[in-house]
C-alpha cells in the first residue's frame, strides 16, 4: 500500500480544486444583491398563569377525596409571532393545552371547564375574554387531553408589545385559589 507524503497529496489536492473553477479569473463576480434591512419584533410573551394552571372541582359543600370531580391543568401555550410588515402588525398565533382527571365523584361524565386568556401589561390587564373548554374521558379512562383551537391576537409592532404578556389560566373561585395555592402539587 502506497502511502501519500504531505507535499505530494497538496498537489493532487490543488490540481482537483483547479479543475472545478467554472469562470476564468479575469471575469468579474456578478454583485451582491442588497440585504433587505431587518425590521424590529416586538413579539409579547405567551404563558400559563402559575397562580390559575392548576384547578381541582369537588362537589358543593365538601372537599373530600371522594367529593372530588376533577384536578384540572393548563399543560402550555404554544404558537408563533408573524410580523405583517405592511401593517406594522404582530399576529400572534397560539393553542392552549388541558389535561383533566375523572376524579370518584365524576364517574366518566364529560367536564367543561371555565379558562380565560387575559392581555396584560405590567399589573393591569389590558383585555381578558372567557372561555371553556370539554374534556371527555372515553371508556374508562382516567385522564383526559383536550387543545384549545388556534386564538389569534394581533397587537401594533412597537416596543410597548415586547412587554405585553397574553396569560391563560383558569377561571376560578376564591376557595378554588386557595385551595391550589395549598396543593401545588395537585395535577392530573
Not at 19 to 44: H, I, W
Not at 113 to 120: D, E, H, K, N, R
Not at 157 to 166: E, F, K, L, V
Amino acid at each position: 500500500m502506497k502511502q501519500f507524503t504531505a507535499p505530494l497529496l497538496s498537489l493532487v489536492i490543488l490540481a482537483a480544486l483547479a479543475g472545478c473553477a467554472s469562470t476564468p479569473a479575469s471575469s468579474t463576480p456578478a454583485a451582491a444583491p442588497a440585504p433587505k434591512p431587518v425590521v424590529q419584533q416586538y413579539c409579547p410573551q405567551v404563558a400559563v398563569l402559575a397562580q390559575a394552571q392548576n384547578l381541582t372541582t369537588f362537589l358543593p359543600g365538601r372537599s373530600d377525596v371522594g367529593a372530588q370531580i376533577t384536578t384540572a391543568r393548563v399543560t402550555g401555550v404554544a404558537g408563533s409571532c408573524l410580523l405583517k410588515v405592511k401593517k406594522n402588525l404582530l399576529e400572534v398565533t397560539f393553542r392552549a393545552g388541558f389535561s383533566a382527571s375523572n376524579g370518584p365523584a365524576n364517574q366518566g361524565a364529560p367536564i367543561t371547564l371555565p379558562y380565560f386568556v387575559a392581555i396584560t401589561q405590567g399589573d393591569a390587564i389590558v383585555q381578558k375574554n372567557d372561555y371553556s373548554i370539554t374534556l371527555k374521558f372515553n371508556g374508562n379512562v382516567s385522564t383526559a387531553q383536550a387543545a384549545t383551537k388556534e386564538m389569534k391576537v394581533e397587537l401594533p409592532n412597537t416596543p410597548d408589545s415586547a412587554r405585553t404578556q397574553i396569560l391563560v389560566g383558569f377561571e376560578m373561585t376564591p376557595e378554588q385559589l386557595s385551595y391550589a395555592a395549598a396543593h401545588p402539587a395537585a395535577a392530573p
